[in-house]
């Protein structure tokens, strides 16, 4: 059990230069003769009896990584090799953006937490499409590997305009991802979260189905959805997205909830605003996800994602009736070999 041992080390770093050192040797490692071998043998685990089929693709495993790790694509090769059945690239926004400006993750170690408020800092759709095209061309895709591309609206971009940005970001990526997920409830953009609502929505996805359906083999589109939606705004994105013949719902992004941390409260006040992710957000993400599933039809399948670190909190969203699971901030606090634990235990 090494990984506690290179936490501490990595928790003595700033949060986003931790995390690019920890990843890049990773990297570094499997370049080496044999060395992705030896990552797949100590942190993955694969059964045939995992693969499942959902929205028309077929996983290798339920286990997933959220947006917002690998914004540009830069680490498919070894995300691969640790176990996961998919990832999400993203959020890519139309053109390239810097994110706001630094530090801008933050570390709640009591709570098992992560706060941030990146911006959607991404090297904009073109240059992650080009990214993409060289790891496909250089891959074996047979392994039920799945890529997932999460998009998003630049800054700059007024939301009466918002859906021009993810028809943009859809038609860069199409030829590349497996799946979409449009994303308008990251907490870290401003005015993004208005477009949950049910007009913004509708207008977003009709443009993109719209394309879409014109396609000889359409793309699955999903919808991420934030924590803090109150009771009618469930209900209106239940009603919009059984008429817009969504693919499925990613339930929950990140809160800009406060409520209930053991991390003091000066230091919660002097890191400011962002959304917060982690254990904090086990509950009510279970409680929106459990409100989905009992309320749309099975056509409609429900991604799980907010407080997932062990193997027992992935078993019971799944046993909740999530289809898959997603994990982002229990990676950091769990390990590299995550993954391919929940996988064992699932199996």
């Not at 009896?49 to 947006?67: E, H, I, Q, S, Y």
């Not at 993810?166 to 477009?195: H, I, K, M, W």
């Not at 699971?325 to 996988?343: D, L, M, N, R």
């Amino acid at each position: 059990m090494i990984y506690p041992i290179l936490r501490k080390a990595f928790f003595k770093m700033p949060p986003e230069k931790a995390h690019y050192f920890a990843m890049n040797r990773l990297k570094n490692i499997c370049s080496l003769p044999g060395g992705r071998a030896l990552v797949k043998g100590i942190c993955a685990h694969h059964e045939e009896n995992l693969k499942t089929r959902v929205f028309g693709l077929d996983f290798r495993n339920p286990v997933g990584l959220g947006a917002g790790f690998d914004k540009n694509a830069l680490y498919l090769r070894e995300l691969e090799a640790l176990g996961f059945g998919s990832v999400e690239i993203g959020t890519v926004t139309p053109k390239g953006q810097a994110g706001n400006p630094q530090p801008r993750l933050f570390r709640l170690p009591k709570d098992q937490a992560l706060i941030n408020r990146m911006g959607f800092n991404n090297d904009g759709a073109e240059a992650i499409r080009m990214r993409l095209e060289n790891w496909r061309t250089h891959q074996d895709l047979q392994n039920g590997f799945i890529i997932g591309g999460n998009i998003g609206k630049n800054k700059v971009t007024d939301n009466q305009d918002a859906y021009k940005d993810y028809v943009l970001c859809y038609q860069a990526l199409y030829e590349v991802v497996d799946y979409f997920t449009v994303n308008v409830s990251s907490p870290n953009t401003p005015g993004l979260r208005a477009l949950q609502e049910k007009d913004s929505l509708f207008k977003i996805f009709s443009e993109i189905q719209q394309i879409n359906q014109g396609k000889n083999v359409p793309k699955p589109v999903l919808l991420k959805i934030a924590p803090d939606l109150n009771q009618e705004q469930l209900e209106d994105i239940l009603e919009l997205a059984k008429a817009i013949e969504l693919s499925g719902i990613v339930a929950t992004n990140t809160t800009v909830q406060r409520t209930g941390l053991l991390t003091a409260e000066e230091q919660i006040e002097t890191i400011g605003a962002g959304g917060l992710s982690g254990r904090p957000v086990k509950q009510r993400a279970t409680e929106v996800m459990d409100f989905l599933v009992q309320n749309l039809p099975e056509t409609i399948p429900v991604i799980a994602s907010g407080g997932i670190f062990t193997p027992e909190d992935a078993r019971q969203r799944l046993a909740g009736g999530a289809r898959l699971v997603q994990v982002w901030t229990g990676f950091i606090y769990e390990g590299p070999s995550i993954a391919g634990k929940i996988c064992k235990h699932l199996e």
